[in-house]
């Protein structure tokens, strides 16, 4: 393949990740802070409300974000361009404005419903649906910066709004404001990052309405909203399950350690803006499944990589980040089982992108459906017998059954030949270092020591294993 497309993705997905990788390692640096003002029952509330503005702002956009960036690239001309930008955007402020007055009315219903037997006041119900409100303005300037190849500006302006958010959550919190001032903060943030993201539709965006354009987007976004609601209900379903069997307390510690294991999900935030426009540029030139599959390997193995690292410092992490909270350390087994569930999902970014690029997203919803319900049917099963550790396993089975359905219909829409030997080869390669760590002294210090030894001689393997050439085959 050619060596610089592999370079432009992955310094890409660096640079689109940057901010999120920072963000993400001062959250890990501040969560002894964290934990000394928010309780494990807060850290449940917040798990709660996580599930329900999750939810809305895939109500809130209708799958508008997705729609606007492919259909973006079937416009050969600019003015139909930026009547597609302006287009989008007004639709999506009046949605927003529409569905948070809804929210609003109905907040004291939507807080009985979310919080159950534990209540929460109703504000804070509102106070996630003006966030999402408000954030409904972002994606369409975002998106033209994926588009118009400007990674180094997305980065920055996703920087100011990670900064801004840190701040604020610092600051309140040490106020004592709990979790109204976490929800203050991301309501804040997430308002000045809109105000400097609205300028760049200057001489983008054009003040003229195109239906058809419009109808367009929907089409191709509107089946991804059941699509984006099942994928949720994988990754937060188990909380509110969780809270009907157990107490709000031991929602939170769940929570907790589900976010040390999402630690994975990093790489596939900085990763999928890359890809996208990596993969449609590309569809039309004779080689691009061979592109794409060996593309597909190398990111693979980064998912890989991280998935291990997580899961084998899992321990270690956990304490050395709640010196103070040691209630917080029993979410520790959860983390590597979660790292496995986002692994599973890494691969069906990779091995789904045929049905994105045949733009048949009516296959989503089905794939997801599928998923879903094997999740809430294994989390009702499990989660009564074995708690907390259940859920996390049910979150594995449903994204296993994703990565399976999703790959199987992209296959027959648009086939890629993936390299799945050398895949799985470097998933055995994993498990082996996974299960070799586990020997690791107790000590914090010596067993730091011999896993960081672990994961180097896995990089190495692993390097080797994916630079190998296939046979026939002479490009690196």
């Known amino acids: 393949m050619n060596p610089g497309g592999l370079r432009k993705l ?15 390692a001062i959250n890990f640096l501040l ?52 009547a597609l930008a302006g287009t989008v955007t007004a639709f999506a402020a009046v949605v927003g404005a529409l569905l948070l007055l809804a929210t609003v009315l109905l907040s004291p219903l939507v807080s009985r419903v979310l919080f159950g037997h534990e209540p929460a006041p109703a504000r804070w119900v509102v106070l996630v649906a003006a966030d999402v409100a408000v954030g409904t ?20 302006f996703s920087g100011l709004r990670h900064a801004l958010n840190i701040a604020l959550k610092v600051a309140l919190l040490w106020r004592g404001l709990g979790v109204d001032g976490a929800l203050w903060a991301d309501l804040l943030s997430t308002a000045v990052f809109v105000a400097a993201l609205l300028p760049l ?16 987007a929907l089409g191709f976004g509107l089946p991804k909203v059941p699509h984006g609601l099942m ?24 929570s907790f350690g589900y976010s040390f294991g999402a630690g994975v999900k990093f790489a596939m935030s900085a990763f999928e803006p890359a890809w996208g426009p990596f993969v449609y540029s590309r569809v039309r030139d004779p080689g691009a499944p061979r592109v794409l599959a060996r593309t597909a390997t190398y990111a693979f193995g980064g998912f890989v990589a991280l998935a291990l690292a997580v899961a084998l410092l899992a321990p270690e992490a956990v304490t050395l980040m709640t010196p103070r909270r ?16 986002y692994l599973l999902h890494g691969l069906f970014l990779l091995t789904s992108i045929g049905i994105g690029i045949e ?40 994204y296993a059954v994703m990565a399976a359905l999703g790959g199987a219909v992209s296959r027959r ?25 586990r020997w690791a002294p107790l000590a914090l210090w010596p067993a730091l020591a011999c896993k960081a030894a672990v994961l180097a001689a896995f990089g190495g393997a692993a390097y080797v294993l994916v630079r190998r050439p296939r046979r026939g085959d002479r490009e690196a």
Do not use: C
Request: proline residues 5%; hydrophobic residues 55%; charged residues 15%.
């Open 231 to 254: 994928v949720q209900a994988q990754n937060l379903a188990d909380r509110k399950i969780l809270d009907l069997f157990v107490s709000r307390a031991e929602v939170g510690i769940y």
């Open 359 to 398: 733009r048949r997203a009516r296959f989503y919803p089905l794939v997801t459906a599928a998923a879903a319900t094997v999740n809430i049917a294994a989390n009702f099963a499990w989660v009564p017998r074995h708690g907390m550790i259940g859920a996390a396993w049910a979150t594995v089975a449903s």
């Open 326 to 341: 040691p209630e917080f350390r029993a979410a520790t087994p959860v983390v590597p089982v979660v790292a496995l569930a």
């Open 10 to 24: 992955a310094t890409h997905s660096a640079v689109y990740g940057a901010a999120d990788v920072l963000q993400s």
């Open 31 to 82: 969560i002894p802070l964290y934990t000394s003002f928010l309780t494990p029952a807060d850290y449940g509330n917040l798990a709660l409300l996580l599930l329900f503005g999750t939810l809305a702002k895939i109500v809130f956009r209708l799958g508008l974000d997705a729609g606007f960036f492919r259909v973006h690239y079937d416009q050969e001309d600019a003015a139909a361009r930026r």
């Open 413 to 437: 829409l648009y086939p890629i030949p993936f390299e799945t030997a050398r895949m799985a080869a470097l998933v055995a390669l994993a498990a082996a270092a996974f299960a070799s760590g």
């Open 201 to 216: 539709l200057r001489g983008r965006a054009g003040l003229t309405w195109r239906g058809d354009l419009l109808r367009d």
């Open 137 to 156: 303005l972002a994606f369409v300037p975002l998106s033209l910066l994926r588009i118009e190849d400007r990674p180094v500006r997305f980065s920055l």
